[in-house]
């Protein structure tokens, strides 16, 4: 993730730089494992104010592939809970099925209400939406692109100001 986040965090320095990107208005979604990676960025750039992860893997242990990685460090210091701190007080948005045992829906839910207990023991507002909907199996909820961009623009307002 540090090299990840070294990457994106370029990108917007250029994106500033060349006047397409209001610094103040920062936002970043992921879909699924991106979700996970945007997570991460996010706590390491305090300018991303706005993150909305639909159907978000949160716990790579709950994924098949990291099956029997239980005492594997890295695996396990990747969870987004563990992000809580950094990411408390920014908005947060998540989309999640009901029953999505890929990404594993409870995992989704922890993590929020992992963030809303970070957010209120600093003292800062819990800006935590989560919206839990009826999918089948590991899919992004119906309109969950369309909800996040109206979130956003409800949270950033509108493009670069210059």
């Not at 250029?14 to 397409?20: D, R």
């Not at 992860?53 to 987004?80: K, W």
């Not at 009826?134 to 949270?155: G, I, V, Y």
Request: aromatic content about 6%; charged content about 20%.
């Amino acid at each position: 993730m540090p090299s990840f986040a070294a990457k994106v965090t370029a990108v917007l320095y250029y994106l500033v730089e060349k006047g397409h990107t209001d610094p103040t208005k920062v936002g970043v979604c992921g879909i699924s494992r991106g979700s996970l990676a945007a997570l991460h960025w996010a706590a390491v750039d305090p300018r991303v104010q706005a993150i909305a992860a639909i159907a978000p893997v949160t716990d790579l242990l709950t994924l098949r592939e990291f099956e029997g990685m239980e005492e594997h460090s890295n695996t396990n210091t990747l969870a987004a809970v563990t992000l809580a701190g950094k990411l408390a007080g920014r908005y947060v948005w998540v989309s999640i099925g009901h029953h999505d045992v890929r990404v594993g829906t409870d995992h989704a839910i922890a993590f929020t209400r992992r963030l809303v207990e970070a957010s209120i023991a600093e003292g800062k507002p819990a800006r935590v939406e989560l919206h839990v909907i009826p999918t089948e199996d590991h899919r992004a909820p119906a309109n969950a692109h369309q909800e996040a961009a109206a979130w956003f623009l409800s949270k950033l307002g509108e493009g670069p100001t210059k």
